[in-house]
């Protein structure tokens, strides 16, 4: 059985982090690598390249830490170019909401619904495209938007669960030597 290897961000639902960020009146970089586990260089990296929104007021909001979670997903089993060129598809700039098919953290949602049905029902690789149309259709009424968003979530998809497989084999190959 493959266990789940995301960080402690992951594996809470997002209006949890919702509701802390909100608290907060958003999150420091140090907080949102507390969160993540992620270094403060690689967030910082990935704002200079455009794959996340810069902070507002040095402050991180719901959409700043659903693009980095998504973006920490993909990044164990894609290139970190794609997966920026893959969030880009999606939703354009980082910076500029007007350009976006879906909100960050519905993306993010509709990401993890996807992943723990995958996940639940041992799906095969063919049939995560499957499983991402029954999620987007569920929830994106804009059908030019699901179109757009469908073949993301299945990429987004694959990469996720490569990237579990992939920690799983390190781990079981750190065990034997």
């Known amino acids: 059985m493959i266990r789940n290897t995301s960080p402690p961000a992951q594996q809470r639902s997002f209006a949890e982090l919702s509701a802390l960020i909100r608290a907060a009146d958003g999150l420091s970089l140090a907080?949102?690598?507390?969160l993540t586990g992620l270094e403060q260089s690689t967030i910082q990296n990935w704002i200079k390249r455009g794959f996340v929104p810069h902070p507002?007021?040095?402050?991180y909001f719901e959409r700043h830490l659903a693009r980095?979670?998504?973006i920490d997903a993909m990044r164990d089993c894609m290139l970190i170019e794609r997966v920026g060129a893959l969030m880009a598809y999606i939703n354009g700039n980082a910076d500029d909401t007007a350009d976006d098919c879906i909100g960050e953290e519905?993306?993010?949602e509709?990401?993890?619904r996807a992943?723990?049905?995958?996940?639940?029902?041992?799906?095969?690789?063919?049939r995560l495209g499957e499983i991402a149309e029954r999620c987007v259709r569920d929830t994106v009424s804009d059908p030019d938007s699901a179109d757009r968003i469908i073949p993301a979530i299945t990429i987004m998809l694959g990469a996720h669960i490569a990237a579990r497989y992939k920690n799983e084999a390190d781990r079981l190959y750190n065990t034997i030597l």
């Open 68 to 70: 980095i979670l998504l």
């Open 115 to 126: 992943v723990h049905e995958a996940c639940g029902c041992c799906a095969a690789p063919d």
């Open 31 to 34: 907080q949102v690598c507390s």
């Open 106 to 108: 519905a993306l993010y």
């Open 56 to 59: 507002e007021r040095k402050r």
């Open 110 to 112: 509709l990401f993890y």
